[in-house]
């Protein structure tokens, strides 16, 4: 069964070849693109079945060991995958109609099927990395295929954003190799089941300052503050299946990075204190900055780093509630944030802008587009009965539990945060989908926002629901997902996935 753990790196690896072969063909591309999708879709959600039923699978490729590159699924790394495969699929349906529509103009065909299948098996080498190495060449491959998809089309503002992009990545690229060559010139090893066990054998004054450096890395590319920065200035400038996809996944990478190394190479020095300090001032800092923002993309983009802070927060109570609750908030946010990108595509297509003092009546000009946006919004409030709340309730419950005053603090911080960002939407809702129209379709429009034909390719609408749909799945399916993920924080905190790693290395 562990044969299947390099199926999501490998076959977008040759989608993506195959597909750069066939770039005077752009049906074909679409086609092939979306078929690998489907595939990894059905190999991700083979592996959620296999680690529940059988435990931690482990696949030293090459059988190097313990030299060699060992790919680990756990249920964790299986339901990111699964969950990370299908918001990719919705995305990439999604700018198929942006292919046909816009002609090379946004999204060039040729260029754009091979970097996002790159994109795709890059996520996936990062979620079942079981070295840091390989974890760091997960990350470059995503930093390679996302400054492309970033920049494409060519606009100052793109080119612009996307150097700022770069810039901060390679900062945090070199900080990642320079941790890499300290780690293992301590422990003479860089694979993660085997640091555990050296780590522990180190003083506290030797691996305080690696896991700090590591803590930086992954804060930089999780969007937390206040490595933060970069973020909101990046985003909203690329395309809207590349920021959908951006939003849903690269930032939850890092998350994922900072909750694999916190449980399994420092399970005994979970630095409570200052994650939980980080996620208070991500999630109050974020959203004051989205509340102030008048512009959809922006606001979303600040919505986007206040809400990775209740992931810190699960991560940093280090207790197998908080860390179900924040397993469970991520799967809900990669789904949730990505759909509403996706709507602002549609918005910025139908109305001309995404500024809600160009905006207005959008809900009453075009229902569909009212409702698209609608439910995730709610669902990234917070509203009962959604996964949004959900997650937040077993977040709130488990910092509750734990009872420090920072816990305390986290849990108030949450509640400021969950109501701001219904004020926000609020806001949203009322500028830009209610009331009178202030611009209608085919309206004048600066030349730096998207053309406005009236019209929601059907396509797009399509991919965009089947997004929607999926995170009102977690919702209806939030029971068995909840007792899912709670297994996966026991797994965690348990030396199940450090036995599965050894265990192939002894054979």
């Known amino acids: 069964m ?8 490998l076959l977008p690896m040759f989608g993506a070849a195959l597909t750069l072969l066939l770039g005077r063909r752009p049906r074909l591309q679409r086609l092939v693109s979306i078929l690998t ?18 435990g931690v699978q482990a696949l030293w490729v090459g059988a190097w060991a313990p030299l060699g590159v060992v790919l680990v699924a756990d249920r964790l790394a299986a339901l990111m995958l699964t969950v990370a495969s299908l918001v990719s699929l919705c995305v990439l349906i999604y700018s198929t109609g942006q292919d046909e529509e816009e002609v090379y103009r946004e999204t060039p065909v040729s260029i754009f099927h091979p970097t996002f299948l790159l994109l795709s098996a890059g996520v996936s080498d990062a979620f079942l990395a079981g070295d840091l190495f390989n974890l760091f060449v997960g990350f470059e491959i995503l930093l390679f295929a996302s400054y492309v998809l970033l920049t494409m089309g060519g606009t100052a503002a793109r080119i612009s954003a996307g150097s700022i992009y770069v810039v901060i990545n390679l900062v945090s690229s070199l900080l990642f190799l320079t941790a890499l060559a300290v780690i293992y010139a301590a422990t003479g090893t860089v694979n993660m089941a085997q640091l555990s066990l050296r780590f522990a054998a180190l003083p506290g004054d030797v691996t305080m300052p690696i896991q700090l450096l590591l803590l930086v890395v992954f804060a930089i590319k999780a969007a937390v503050f206040p490595l933060s920065f970069w973020l909101p200035d990046s985003y909203p400038t690329a395309p809207a299946p ?17 909750l694999r190394t916190q449980t399994a190479i420092f399970p005994d020095r979970p630095l409570t204190e200052l994650l939980g300090w980080a996620a208070l001032a991500t999630m109050l800092i974020g959203i004051l900055g989205a509340v102030a923002q008048s512009e959809i993309k ?13 992931m810190i927060f699960g991560i940093a109570m280090a207790t197998q509630a908080s860390l179900a609750g924040a397993i469970f908030y991520t799967a809900h946010h990669i789904t949730v944030q990505a759909s509403l990108f996706l709507v602002a595509g549609l918005v910025e297509r139908f109305g001309g802008s995404t500024s809600m003092d160009r905006l207005g009546g959008l809900a009453t000009m075009s229902p569909v587009l009212g409702v698209l946006f609608f439910v995730p919004a709610m669902n990234l409030a917070g ?8 997650g937040k309730l077993g977040l709130l419950a488990a910092g509750v539990e734990v009872g420090t005053p920072l816990a305390w603090a986290l ?20 500028r830009a989908f209610w009331g009178t129209p202030v611009l209608g379709p085919h309206a004048p429009h600066d030349e730096s926002e998207g053309e406005s034909d009236g019209r929601l390719p059907g396509v797009m ?40 790693v050894l265990s192939g290395w002894v054979r």
């Not at 590349?242 to 900072?258: C, D, E, R, W």
């Not at 979303?300 to 209740?310: C, D, K, M």
């Not at 849990?411 to 009322?430: D, H, R």
């Open 37 to 54: 999708l489907t595939a990894v879709c059905g190999v991700a959600g083979s592996l959620i079945w296999i680690t529940d039923t059988y």
């Open 2 to 9: 562990n044969n299947l753990l390099p199926l999501p790196v």
């Open 242 to 258: 590349v920021t959908a996809v951006f939003a849903g996944l690269l930032t939850k990478v890092g998350v994922y990075a900072i």
């Open 298 to 310: 922006r606001l979303l983009s600040f919505t986007l780093v206040s809400h990775i802070g209740y």
């Open 383 to 390: 509203i009962p009965p959604l996964s949004g709340f959900i």
């Open 461 to 500: 609408v399509a991919g965009t629901a089947a997004l929607v749909v999926l995170g009102l799945a977690l919702t209806f399916f939030a029971g068995p997902l909840y007792e899912y993920v709670d297994r996966a924080a026991a797994g965690l905190l348990g030396s199940s996935y450090l036995e599965a």
């Open 411 to 430: 849990v108030a911080g949450s509640v400021v945060t969950s109501l701001l960002t219904l004020y926000a939407i609020a806001k949203v809702w009322n």
